[in-house]
């Protein structure tokens, strides 16, 4: 927005420095955010009417003037490049969750297997508000109070075009990775999983019980005699075990770990993180193959 000077006229509107190497919306026309979850987080600030300043904060995202994004529980960090040399710093907070309601949430989910399903599968079901709601608790920010916003500007405006720009890459981010909006609310993608897993697992009885104990015991005998208390006998060490020979062709899916890990955070590459590294872990897992046959081969031979 112009701002009036002491003549009466209108300043136009500051023309932001160039960037090289900001992060750029993938979205270079049209609406942010592909999936649902995303368009409900911008929403929020759309429903703000912040007129001029929204339309340049989409401008800002598209030109890759926001530097840098981090993403903490119950805050998100941001530089945005303006018209000034020194960028601006940017700061996004919103109320975290505490323990017991999270393992409310996970419950409630539990006892519908297809959203646990779906939510373990980084897919967020499109009834999940619902189940948030029985917890007595709001997934998305539903009103401006909800959201603490600040940014080193002069702007007058809060939230200003540089809280709008980040704000919509948020919304693109959650588009790869809805376990970000959970961040933010205080919960790390693997903790909750682990309450997840804990709410679906079914009880065991004192029978149950006493065979884990057998079984820890065993494992317990089968390290002892892996690993020798003695050290002149761990340090004479032993003889290669039988290792099996590797599959033809390697792992099936080389990047299953890495696809496990979840997206790169603001990933600006052609294609998918674990698309581009996929290459990589092929050629990794071939020379690997080649390494366990190439010392199994004396070893048979001897």
């Known amino acids: ?42 929403a929020v600030l759309e429903s703000l009417r912040l007129g001029a300043r929204l339309s340049r904060g989409r401008s800002y995202a598209r030109r890759g003037q926001v530097l840098s994004v981090e993403i903490e529980p119950g805050k998100v960090e941001a530089r945005v490049q303006g018209s000034r040399v020194k960028p601006y710093k940017v700061e996004i907070k919103i109320h975290t969750f505490c323990e017991a309601e999270w393992k409310k949430v996970a419950k409630h989910l539990a006892a519908q297997p297809i959203y646990a399903a779906r939510l373990l599968a980084g897919e967020m079901p499109e009834d999940i508000e619902a189940v948030f709601a029985k917890a007595n608790l709001s997934l998305f920010p539903s009103r401006a109070r909800d959201l603490h916003t600040d940014c080193s500007c002069p702007d007058w405006s ?19 990775d809805p376990f970000l ?46 690993l020798p208390a003695d050290p002149v006998l761990f340090w004479q060490g032993q003889g290669i075990p039988d290792i099996p020979a590797p599959a033809d062709g390697g792992s099936v899916l080389p990047v299953a ?12 590459g052609d294609k998918p993180f674990p698309a581009a590294l996929e290459p990589i872990y092929q050629r990794v897992v071939d020379s690997s193959g080649d390494l366990v046959a190439a010392v199994l081969l004396p070893v048979k031979k001897s």
């Open 1 to 42: 927005m112009s701002r009036s000077n002491r003549y009466g006229g209108y300043h136009p509107p500051s023309q932001p420095r160039e960037v090289q190497g900001g992060i750029k919306a993938v979205s270079q026309r049209g609406s942010f955010g592909k999936k649902w979850w995303s368009r409900r987080w911008i």
């Open 257 to 268: 770990l890495l696809r496990q890990a979840g997206p790169f955070p603001f990933w600006q």
């Open 181 to 226: 909006i959970f961040k933010l609310r205080g919960m790390d993608r693997d903790r909750f999983r682990s309450f997840l897993t804990e709410a679906m697992a079914v009880p065991k009885g004192d029978s149950l019980a006493g065979e884990e104990g057998e079984e820890s015991g065993a494992s317990a005998r089968t390290a002892e005699a892996v």
């Open 158 to 176: 809060n939230p200003c075009k540089h809280i709008a720009a980040v704000y919509y890459l948020l919304g693109e981010e959650f588009d790869r």
